[in-house]
């Protein structure tokens, strides 16, 4: 796929997500994809997409509970 096809898509791609799916997770699966077709290609990574996916990892690790320290035998 060449890279003018992969910037269409993209912006179709943001243009269904608005309004962005209510589901943070399955937002992150999109870009997530959608990151992994450009690297697959060898492509320059869109730097908005790139920032939207680390936000995401982060809001979802302060949702993890957190554990103590693990326990010594």
């Not at 937002?27 to 992994?36: G, H, P, V, W």
């Not at 939207?52 to 990892?57: D, P, S």
Request: glycine letters at 2%; proline letters at 11%; hydrophobic letters at 35%.
């Amino acid at each position: 796929m060449a890279f003018d096809d992969l910037e269409a898509e993209l912006a179709l791609l943001l243009n269904q997500m608005n309004p962005p799916p209510e589901d943070p997770h399955e937002l992150y699966l999109r870009i997530f994809e959608k990151l992994n077709e450009f690297k697959a290609l060898g492509l320059p990574l869109p730097d908005d997409l790139v920032r939207a996916e680390k936000e995401l990892e982060r809001h979802f690790e302060s949702q993890r509970p957190h554990k103590g320290p693990a326990k010594k035998s």
